[in-house]
Nanobody, 114 residues
Framework: QVQLVESGGDLVQAGGSLRLSCLYT???????VSWHRQISRKERDWVAE???????KYAPAVRGRFAISRDNARRTVYLQINNLEPEDTGVYYC?????????WGLGTHVTVSS
């Protein structure tokens, strides 16, 4: 069974930075871990992902401000968000798959004040 626990969300001022963390546990090797965000109760949007070889992909809307990384020894995937904007306010989730099943964490809240 996979478990994902996000942390690092906070209330910050616009222009600030945050680093979100996603701690994962699994019986098997976790390959790709992705970050998603849900803004204003809309659908969760994919923002970035990273595979076990540290290959990263980003949604066009966040490229340049978001940076995803992982530390396999710590079983943690990070999402660095720079130059935060009020439009980044929302709940950030990490997601992965094991044996074809999707697993999600409970999310961490990011609030950006103007």
């Amino acid at each position: 069974q996979v478990q994902l626990v996000e942390s690092g969300g906070d209330l910050v001022q616009a222009g600030g930075s945050l680093r979100l963390s996603c701690l994962y546990t699994s019986r098997y090797t976790i390959n790709t871990v992705s970050w998603h965000r849900q803004i204003s109760r809309k659908e969760r949007d994919w923002v970035a992902e990273i595979d076990n070889e540290h290959n990263a992909k980003y949604a066009p809307a966040v490229r340049g401000r978001f940076a995803i990384s992982r530390d396999n020894a710590r079983r943690t995937v990070y999402l660095q968000i720079n130059n935060l904007e009020p439009e980044d306010t929302g709940v950030y989730y990490c997601r992965t798959q094991e044996l074809g099943r999707d697993f999600w964490g409970l999310g961490t809240h990011v609030t950006v004040s103007s």
